[in-house]
């Protein structure tokens, strides 16, 4: 349809004729986005292991099948260890988004956490996570709720 017909009521723009094409995070991309922002950088992250025989934690050779053990702080006086891999990284921010739909006072729908996440599922080349959206992530990943601010 040429640029500038009527459908509907409606003008076409070619902004409104380009169509965004979905695709689903990789695991090197979850790796990136979330460790990449130093999200374990905070006080409570207190130990950060390499799983995946052969690699280090290197960005550019990250495997498909990459695991990190963390260890973190959890609120009440002790300690949590837990695996975190793509899929953890995937099913947090699924969980996340599903918060935020339910009960605004716990991840407001327009918080950055909220968009990073929508954005990443959906467009990950797009999405922006920094160290404290990237921490919140890996808090539902290890903890299951939103404990540290």
């Not at 988004?97 to 909220?114: C, F, G, Q, T, Y």
Request: some cysteine.
């Amino acid at each position: 349809m040429p640029s500038g017909t009527k459908l509907s009521g409606c003008v076409m723009s070619s902004s409104t004729e380009r169509i965004r094409r979905v695709r689903t995070p990789t695991p090197q991309e979850s790796y990136l986005h979330i460790f990449g922002a130093f999200a374990t950088e905070w006080s409570w992250w207190l130990k950060e292991e390499y799983l995946t025989e052969g690699w280090d934690g290197d960005f550019d050779s990250c495997p498909d099948d990459w695991t990190v053990r963390l260890t973190c702080e959890n609120g009440n006086g002790g300690t949590t260890i837990h695996a975190v891999c793509h899929d953890a990284i995937m099913k947090a921010c699924r969980k996340i988004l599903r918060i935020s739909r339910k009960d605004e006072k716990e991840v407001h729908p327009n918080s950055p956490v909220a968009r990073a996440c929508r954005t990443f599922i959906w467009r990950p080349d797009e999405a922006d996570f920094d160290a404290d959206t990237a921490d919140i992530v890996l808090q539902y990943v290890v903890l299951g709720e939103h404990v540290f601010a």
